[in-house]
């Protein structure tokens, strides 16, 4: 949530490159009212030109499920920062900010929210983020923790493209530096476990992209 357009569109394309989903509102209560049960977080400007910034913070922690909230401000003075934390916000930026720094607490923020619901079920695939537990028709599959992982990122968008950069930064390291032939091997390994051998597999590559777990 960002008032300026300038602002406001340089951060939603860069986030929609990393691969999220955005919705981009300018006032408090566009925001208030974008906000679903699904919303893993909220990037909330303090300087709103309708109601304040705090408020809005206050308003959204209120709910269930609460989503993450990343204030973003130009508001340098501790008490201020103190102010952000006890509305509700999860983490604070102040202006100016890096980029990279930006992207870093975003993907810090979207691991740290947990869905209201644990149990994910992708056609005849449960995925159980609690217990680490995934079953197949009904039968347990043993994953090793990365594929748990790296599935569950999968799950939670089931249907959409997840980059390969995100999932890089989510099921490894926001600082990982090697070779993301990691990912692709990861990848095989759950298409051997998951995957019926009569029918296309349930994980799809969009080459340059990443990957999407099939809906269907």
Do not use: N
């Not at 006032?27 to 705090?54: C, F, H, I, M, Y």
């Not at 609460?66 to 501790?78: C, F, I, N």
């Not at 983020?129 to 748990?148: G, I, M, N, T, W």
């Not at 790296?150 to 799950?155: D, G, N, S, T, V």
């Amino acid at each position: 949530m960002e008032d300026d357009e300038g602002i406001g569109r340089s951060l939603a394309r860069t986030l929609e490159g990393q691969g999220y989903t955005v919705d981009w509102v300018r006032t408090g209560e566009d925001a208030l009212r974008a906000a679903s049960p699904t919303t893993a977080l909220v990037v909330l400007d303090l300087g709103l030109p309708d109601v304040d910034g705090l408020e809005v913070c206050r308003r959204l922690r209120d709910r269930t499920p609460s989503p993450q909230v990343l204030v973003l401000t130009a508001r340098k003075e501790e008490a201020d920062v103190v102010l952000g934390l006890d509305a509700g916000a999860d983490d604070y930026l102040v202006k100016p900010f890096h980029l990279a720094e930006l992207l870093a607490r975003v993907r810090a923020c979207v691991r740290r929210h947990v869905p209201e619901e644990d149990r994910i079920v992708v056609g005849d695939l449960v995925v159980e983020a609690e217990a680490r537990r995934v079953s197949l028709r009904d039968q347990e599959v043993e994953l090793r923790p990365k594929e748990f992982d790296l599935l569950l990122a999968l799950a939670r968008d089931a249907g959409r493209v997840v980059t390969r950069e995100r999932l890089m930064a989510e099921v490894w390291d926001e600082h990982w530096f090697g070779s993301t032939k990691t990912l692709d091997i990861h990848v095989w390994a759950l298409r051997r476990k998951l995957d019926d051998p009569e029918r296309a597999s349930r994980i799809g590559t969009v080459r340059g992209v990443g990957y999407r777990l099939e809906a269907g």
